[in-house]
């Protein structure tokens, strides 16, 4: 027995168009291959992003082609590839190169729409499925976890999740609100006793660490030890005291 999988796109116009996303063929006399095996599960929703990327993004460029004041045809003046990491497989895309229309005042001459709208070339999904298996395990693990189950290519690499970890971590420091009033009127005021980053609010001007109203707020070691021997814990199932043998060699892939 034989299964196409299909997709129906309709435009805004109602218009349909069939593409095939897979053919799975099976045996029904034997039960072994029953369902889907996890290959064929991510060939298809890799297929299927493709597709949905593409009429997504031909959509898009076809809304931009025309300039929106005086409705005249853009020039283009040359593509390059643009790949955009998706949770469902890297996508390389044909991003176009257009002139501004000279109806209008630019300070540039020419733009890249699809660039532009793509300033992060990875999806947040894959962002924050990274960045969360990241602070459980090390890169090359959570590389691993992420191909196992997802449809990702060779692009995704330890030193890709470090960069998004990395990426994810100075967002969030650049984004500290006060946590007694919330105010985002904050400076950095060096390090408190035990080490860690101080902020004072200018509106309580009360100080506080990024830890001050959490359940780790009064322990004297710093987040990475504490992260450190939970990741132990759950990794050899080590008790308090066992975990302070194991040295400091891991301290640095948290
Ligand atoms: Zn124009
Ligand atoms: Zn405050």
């Known amino acids: ?33 029953l369902g889907l095996s996890l290959a064929e599960g991510k060939a298809i929703l890799r297929s299927l992003q493709t597709l949905v990327v593409e009429q997504q993004v031909a959509d898009h460029l076809e809304r931009e082609r025309r300039c929106p004041a005086c409705g005249k045809a853009r020039r283009r003046k040359g593509t390059h590839p643009l790949h955009f990491r998706t949770a469902f497989g890297t996508q ?5 190169r257009l002139h501004h229309c000279p109806c209008q005042g630019h300070q540039q001459r020419t733009f890249s729409p699809l660039a532009a709208r793509l300033p992060e070339r990875t999806s947040p999904e894959l962002t924050y499925l990274a960045t969360k298996w990241a602070s459980l395990a090390s890169y090359g693990l959570t590389t691993k976890l992420l191909r196992d189950v997802l449809p990702l290519d060779e692009g995704v690499q330890p030193e890709m999740v470090r960069r998004q970890v990395q990426r994810v971590a100075a967002r969030i420091d650049g984004e500290v609100a006060c946590l007694r009033c919330g105010s985002q009127a904050v400076r950095k005021a060096g390090l408190d ?11 309580c001007r009360r100080c506080f ?25 759950w990794r050899y199932r080590l008790s308090c005291n066992r975990q302070g043998d194991r040295g400091s060699d891991d301290l640095l892939v948290i």
């Open 92 to 96: 390389t895309l044909t991003s176009p």
């Open 209 to 233: 660490t990024a830890r001050s109203t959490t359940p780790f707020a009064d322990y004297r070691f710093l987040p990475a030890i504490i992260a450190l021997a939970v990741r132990w814990y």
């Open 1 to 33: 027995m034989q299964f196409s999988v299909q997709v129906v796109a309709v435009d805004a116009a109602g218009a349909e168009r069939i593409r095939e996303v897979a053919v799975i063929g099976r045996d029904t006399r034997q039960l072994e291959t």
């Open 193 to 203: 006793r035990k080490g860690a980053h101080a902020y004072r609010c200018w509106d």
